[in-house]
């Protein structure tokens, strides 16, 4: 017994160490990132044996450092107390475009030399150039169509979704889910309205949207938000608060929601009926609204679930995917998530894997929960979407009891 016991405070005490390292680490992340991701291309696209004219490689090399510098300074205006939307643009935009071709600069810069190498192509300096002309190709192209995808009404994604205590009433329940709008710098407010219309096309009984509606304080992004006062449903409009607006005056947001016409799930819920089944459709503010220091906000899901039947199936909004653990702790039967933008800008999903247990579609989670986390329908910073397309949400709520007469 006392050997098994030192074995595992070894153990403890190892993975103590370890997420002690990771820690530091992360402290410096936000110094080390920006390096990497401006140097490293500069590095493959004019330094590995290219041989560019001096002027070109001097330039070149001016322009990676010029961004080096300008991006942290731009988003700092942009996001931070200025809150310049502007420098946000030029911030995000090019945050966007070195992700993309720091990832291919990577990708493609080993590999595709190597493969001319074996393959006998030209000299050190010609492939060193091609590979140089492929990256900066195949950037281009991912970047004007990631736009394009970041830009347009997103496309409406359809599933059935099986929940074993619904009640045969409830089969056929259409629940349409937005989330992640952010509207933000960029004014989307022709966008916000061409979403609000593909959604009342869905003709749905509930419309929930699952937060970051916007990135700024309610007034300034009011004309983008103000098409969610046109959404229709056959019962109900409802949302719950996300990170991102615990960023900027949540207050500000749930009172311009409320003006709008949604119903506010901030820990508390309410009752869908129909056909003599009912299904209680429950929601709890972001993980982060305690530390927000703002009074009443918080995830309170026992306060959320107060007073209603335990027999009846619960649907839950919850912005982030990771509190499906809570949830599926409470048994609730269905939780409907966004915050991940499916990564966004691939392979970004791999970071995100790092703090959330699921990226984007359904999934399993304890005895019963199913966790459905969409990609979002708008874009955080960054105006791209590259491999992580937005998406409209419609799930039909499908009982095992409904009738199976032709």
Same mark, same amino acid.
């Given at each position: 017994?006392?050997?098994?016991?030192?074995?595992?405070?070894?153990?403890?005490?190892?993975?103590?160490?370890?997420?002690?390292?990771?820690?530091?680490?992360?402290?410096?992340?936000?110094?080390? *990132?920006?390096?990497?991701?401006?140097?490293?291309?500069?590095?493959?696209?004019?330094?590995? %044996?290219?041989?560019?004219?001096?002027?070109?490689?001097?330039?070149?090399?001016? /322009?990676?450092?010029?961004?080096?510098?300008?991006?942290?300074? +731009?988003?700092?205006?942009?996001?931070?107390?200025?809150?310049?939307?502007?420098?946000?643009? =030029?911030?995000?935009?090019?945050?966007?475009?070195?992700?993309?071709? @720091?990832?291919?600069?990577?990708?493609?810069?080993?590999?595709?030399?190597? =493969? /001319?190498?074996?393959?006998?192509?030209?000299?050190? $300096?010609?492939?060193?150039?091609?590979?140089?002309?492929?990256?900066?190709?195949?950037?281009?192209? #991912?970047?004007?169509?990631?736009?394009?995808?970041?830009?347009?009404?997103?496309? =409406?994604?359809?599933? !059935?979704?099986? #929940?074993?205590? #619904?009640?045969?009433?409830?089969?056929?329940?259409?629940?349409?889910?937005?989330? !992640?709008?952010?509207?933000?710098?960029? &004014?989307?407010?022709?966008?916000?309205?061409?979403?609000?219309?593909?959604?009342?096309?869905?003709?749905? &009984?509930?419309?929930?949207?699952?937060?970051?509606?916007? !990135?700024?304080? *309610?007034?300034?992004?009011?004309?983008?938000?103000?098409?969610?006062?046109?959404?229709?449903?056959?019962?109900?409009?409802?949302?719950?608060? %996300?990170?991102?607006?615990?960023?900027?005056?949540? $207050?500000?947001?749930?009172?311009?929601?409320?003006?709008?016409?949604?119903?506010?799930?901030?820990?508390?819920?309410?009752?869908?009926?129909?056909?003599?089944?009912?299904?209680?459709?429950?929601?709890?503010? !972001?993980?982060?609204?305690?530390?927000?220091?703002? +009074?009443?906000?918080?995830?309170?899901?026992?306060?959320?679930?107060?007073?209603?039947?335990?027999?009846?199936?619960?649907?839950?909004? +919850?912005?982030?995917?990771? @509190?499906?653990?809570?949830? *599926? *702790?409470?048994?609730? &039967?269905?939780?409907?998530?966004?915050?991940?933008?499916?990564?966004?800008?691939?392979?970004?999903?791999?970071?995100?894997? #790092?703090?959330?247990?699921?990226?984007?579609?359904?999934?399993?989670?304890?005895?019963?929960?199913?966790?459905?986390?969409?990609?979002?329908?708008?874009?955080?910073?960054?105006?791209?979407?590259?491999?992580?397309?937005?998406?409209?949400?419609?799930? =039909?709520?499908?009982?095992?009891?409904?009738?199976?007469?032709?």
């Amino acid at each position: 017994m006392t050997e098994i016991s030192n074995t595992r405070s070894a153990a403890q005490e190892a993975q103590g160490a370890s997420r002690s390292r990771l820690r530091r680490l992360m402290r410096y992340l936000p110094l080390i *990132a920006p390096l990497l991701l401006w140097a490293v291309p500069c590095w493959v696209l004019l330094h590995t %044996g290219q041989r560019w004219p001096l002027p070109v490689a001097l330039t070149g090399t001016a /322009l990676f450092a010029l961004g080096l510098t300008g991006m942290p300074l +731009a988003m700092a205006r942009g996001h931070g107390r200025r809150q310049q939307d502007r420098a946000a643009i =030029v911030g995000d935009t090019l945050l966007g475009g070195i992700w993309v071709l @720091f990832t291919w600069s990577v990708l493609l810069g080993v590999p595709l030399r190597l =493969v /001319l190498t074996v393959a006998g192509v030209g000299d050190g $300096q010609d492939r060193a150039r091609i590979v140089t002309w492929t990256v900066l190709c195949t950037a281009a192209v #991912l970047l004007a169509w990631g736009y394009a995808e970041a830009r347009r009404v997103p496309r =409406v994604r359809r599933l !059935d979704v099986p #929940l074993p205590r #619904l009640g045969a009433g409830l089969d056929g329940t259409r629940v349409v889910l937005i989330t !992640d709008t952010h509207y933000g710098p960029l &004014d989307r407010a022709r966008w916000s309205a061409r979403v609000c219309e593909t959604v009342n096309g869905l003709e749905a &009984d509930l419309v929930c949207h699952t937060g970051d509606i916007a !990135d700024g304080t *309610a007034e300034r992004r009011r004309a983008q938000a103000a098409p969610l006062g046109t959404v229709r449903a056959t019962r109900a409009r409802v949302y719950v608060t %996300g990170n991102h607006e615990y960023y900027s005056e949540a $207050q500000g947001w749930v009172d311009l929601m409320d003006e709008l016409g949604w119903e506010p799930l901030r820990n508390r819920h309410l009752l869908l009926e129909r056909g003599g089944d009912t299904l209680v459709v429950a929601g709890v503010d !972001d993980v982060t609204a305690e530390s927000s220091g703002l +009074a009443g906000h918080r995830a309170h899901l026992a306060g959320a679930l107060q007073g209603a039947d335990p027999d009846l199936p619960v649907l839950l909004l +919850a912005h982030q995917p990771k @509190f499906v653990d809570r949830a *599926a *702790a409470h048994g609730i &039967d269905l939780q409907l998530s966004g915050h991940t933008h499916g990564g966004q800008i691939w392979p970004f999903h791999h970071l995100v894997r #790092l703090d959330q247990p699921v990226v984007a579609g359904l999934s399993h989670h304890g005895a019963r929960t199913l966790l459905y986390t969409s990609r979002g329908t708008g874009f955080w910073g960054p105006p791209f979407r590259v491999f992580a397309p937005s998406e409209i949400t419609l799930l =039909v709520l499908r009982s095992p009891e409904r009738s199976t007469s032709p």
